[in-house]
């Protein structure tokens, strides 16, 4: 998804360019069809064609008519999602995440170049090359420049300030603003000469070092510690979105439930009004009901997270999962009818190094 929408970005980076910047029509639709596009790939979207309409009033206001007629054949296209769209905000939401920082605000951009030295370098090209520039007469490529640099700005800016009243803020939410930041980048390269040079070796550098982590979670680890299970065996995650990566390492053939009770869908975590409905799910009736179906002498298994790093759970839904989870530890523990069998769990280097949410596992045996 967000590979897509880094990827229309940058397209409608050049059909703005060619059809609002130079007044080229023939790239109208082009324009409109890369805005629909990303629109519907990501919500977020929404905040890329404020800054564009922003910036288009500002610096290139002889084509505002045919921005409008852009935005109108968007809003048209995006109309069948509008109830959709209307609906997430009711009872879905990003309840996972938590209010935005000023220092959130500013780190944004580094998170679009994929770390600290790659927007460094970017930003001081940009304002060796692009500086001057900016201060001459107007031309086609100051207000190119201006017109990139402003929308993504306000795209980021509101953003910003929408997640201050309803958290939605992911870095990865960025890729709506790849592409501008990239043609910014690129002609202040160009344009800074011998430091560009460098400077683009050094994005190049950082670049090439860039690989994939798995550094959310360890569940792949912990499926492998436990091993193989008997068909039928329930699986209790009081991490209730861990189920369909739990599904995936575990196999199929199992019993899935959560602390919202048993899982219907083991390959999808369903969203809607997740938050109260964890919070009228009572702890001891869900817990008594799960154990009930495990026949007596059989063995189950509960996977919670390992709360070592508690600013990782302050939003709204993590915080709730925090306070189930160990609502639910305490009941297992004491719970006269379980024996715990063994605890799975990564060594503790891999512990510090190499997990933002670490799992484990507990495997009871039913003896009353």
């Known amino acids: ?23 080229r029509r023939a790239f109208a639709p082009l324009l409109a069809a890369g805005l629909v596009l990303m629109v519907y790939t990501h919500n977020w979207a929404l905040f890329f064609c404020a800054g564009l309409a922003v910036a288009t009033v500002i610096f290139v206001r002889e084509r505002l008519g045919l921005f409008a007629l852009v935005a109108a054949a968007v809003a048209v296209f995006y109309l069948p999602w509008l109830p959709s769209l209307l609906f997430q905000i009711r009872h879905t939401g990003a309840p996972w995440a938590s209010v935005p920082s000023v220092r959130d605000l500013i780190e944004a951009p580094g998170a679009v170049l994929s770390g600290d030295g790659a927007y460094v370098a970017c930003v001081l090209a940009a304002g060796v090359g692009l500086g001057a520039l900016v201060r001459r007469r107007p031309s086609e490529e100051r207000t190119t420049i201006l017109v990139f640099a402003v929308a993504t700005g306000v795209a980021i800016l509101a953003a910003w300030l929408v997640s201050q009243v309803s958290p939605s803020w992911a870095t990865r939410y960025f890729a709506i603003v790849v592409g501008p930041l990239l043609l910014l980048s690129a002609r202040g390269i160009v344009r800074a000469g011998r430091f560009g040079v460098a400077a683009l070796a050094i994005v190049i550098f950082f670049w090439a070092g860039y690989g994939f982590q798995d550094n959310k979670e360890n569940a792949r680890a912990i499926a492998a510690g436990l091993g193989a299970l008997h068909p039928g065996e329930l699986v209790i995650s009081t991490h209730p979105e861990q189920v369909p990566v739990l599904r995936y390492y575990l196999g199929p053939g199992l019993r899935f ?55 990782a759970w302050r939003a709204k839904w993590t915080k709730l999962v925090w306070q189930k989870s160990e609502a639910w530890s305490a009941l297992l523990q004491t719970d006269p009818k379980l024996r715990l069998v063994r605890h799975v769990a990564s060594n503790e280097i891999a512990l510090k190094v190499n997990y933002f949410k670490p799992l484990q596992a507990y495997v009871y045996r039913r003896v009353g």
């Open 1 to 23: 998804m967000y590979e897509l929408e880094a990827f229309l970005s940058l397209v409608v980076g050049v059909a703005y360019l060619e059809a609002i910047v130079r007044g």
């Open 257 to 311: 439930a959560t602390t919202l009770g048993p899982v219907r869908d083991q390959q999808a975590f369903d969203w809607v009004d997740a938050v109260s409905r964890l919070r009228r799910t009572p702890p001891r009736p869900t817990l008594d009901r799960l154990v009930a179906s495990v026949p007596k002498g059989q063995e189950f298994v509960v996977v919670t997270p390992v709360f070592r790093d508690y600013r």
